[in-house]
């Protein structure tokens, strides 16, 4: 799994050189719903025109699943593939 913390959606993939590597680990971006710079989060995700960061996004997913009133076994099942830890 890559360790970039910035990650870039709906663009063209770039040839990715020492110095472009540089430049996007080093640039700041801010999560467009919480205001957060990608320092201070886990991971941020970059679209066309919006950035949201990890944290947004479990919150995110945490009130679509109460919204919909999933049961908890099936709701805690798809937070824990989210985050990676496959029973």
Request: include cysteine.
């Amino acid at each position: 799994m890559s360790e970039e913390k910035v990650v870039s959606l709906g663009a063209k993939k770039k040839q990715h050189t020492d110095d472009a590597n540089n430049n996007q680990n080093n640039e700041l971006v801010y999560c467009s719903f919480c205001g957060r710079p990608n320092t201070q989060v886990i991971k941020m995700i970059q679209g066309p025109g919006v950035n949201i960061c990890s944290e947004c996004v479990m919150i995110a997913v945490q009130y679509l699943i109460l919204q919909d009133r999933m049961p908890s076994a099936e709701a805690q099942h798809i937070l824990d593939a989210f985050w990676g830890k496959a029973r």
